[in-house]
């Protein structure tokens, strides 16, 4: 008869390796707070270097804390009201052109997505600018017009991924063209929808500095201000922050999209 020695390491690897509510709490706070401390850490860092650095006169009056603020919350604003309209003129859009009445209009909506954003920001942000009047409407404008392709094409693609044998099994059951739109198709499409909001926010940060051009405010105008005054601090910090916010809105929107996804999927 053979005695079966038992190794305690085995055991201890098996009960480490199974997920308890200690691991899977330090998981969630690794998941959803730790960008945003590593965030704000930079923004600690650059509020250091601006408190103690030998700036002169003219870097002290653009890297103030009250100018440097207003220049985040109006970036914001211009990020935020663009992604908005573009999420309300895209959505319906991308969902009106796979119904199949109107899906022979799908390639021309797309190429005039994909022409919007072919053209360079700039060349965008100067021709809505002379269009709306310089300021912060005409940028919002041209921030709509650049952003449209990634919400339109991720709407489109979401929608058409949908099997066909659900979406016919439940209007097998009796439901209508709005309910299986409503509870069945935008619901499996919307971790691809978010997907490409996520991609148009963070294209509209970018993009927004070069709005400074039209004097439309945000970032880009304490970056333009450090080119015009040659003032490499200046530059980089309006730079860091600019990145700072980017890593920001890329970080909250994929925790909506987590928050946002029908279970199961």
Request: net charge positive; charged share 15%.
């Amino acid at each position: 008869m053979s005695l079966a020695i038992e190794d305690p390491y085995a055991r201890s690897d098996e009960v480490l390796d199974q997920p308890g509510p200690r691991r899977s709490r330090a998981a969630w706070w690794r998941r959803y707070l730790g960008v945003p401390a590593v965030l704000a850490l930079v923004c600690i860092g650059v509020a250091v270097f601006v408190a103690v650095a030998d700036l002169d006169d003219v870097e002290q009056r653009l890297l103030t804390l009250g100018g440097l603020l207003n220049a985040t919350l109006v970036h914001l604003q211009l990020v935020g009201l663009s992604t908005l309209l573009v999420i309300v003129i895209a959505v319906p859009l991308g969902i009106l052109v796979t119904r199949p009445a109107a899906r022979r209009l799908t390639p021309l909506v797309v190429g005039l997505g994909n022409i919007a954003q072919s053209v360079p920001s700039l060349g965008v942000i100067v021709l809505f600018a002379i269009l709306f009047a310089p300021g912060f409407r005409g940028a919002v404008v041209a921030l709509v017009v650049y952003a449209f392709l990634p919400i339109l094409r991720n709407t489109i693609v979401g929608l058409q991924q949908i099997d066909p044998f659900v979406v016919e099994s439940a209007r097998g059951m009796g439901m209508s063209s709005n309910r299986v739109l409503r509870e069945i198709e935008l619901p499996l499409a919307v971790p691809v929808i978010l997907a490409g909001v996520r991609t148009a926010a963070v294209i509209n940060v970018g993009t927004a500095t070069i709005g400074a051009l039209t004097n439309a405010g945000g970032l880009g105008s304490v970056v333009y201000g450090g080119i015009v005054q040659s003032r490499t601090p200046v530059i980089v910090v309006a730079s860091i922050l600019t990145a700072v916010l980017a890593l920001l809105v890329d970080h909250v929107l994929g925790v909506a999209e987590d928050v946002l996804r029908p279970r199961g999927l």
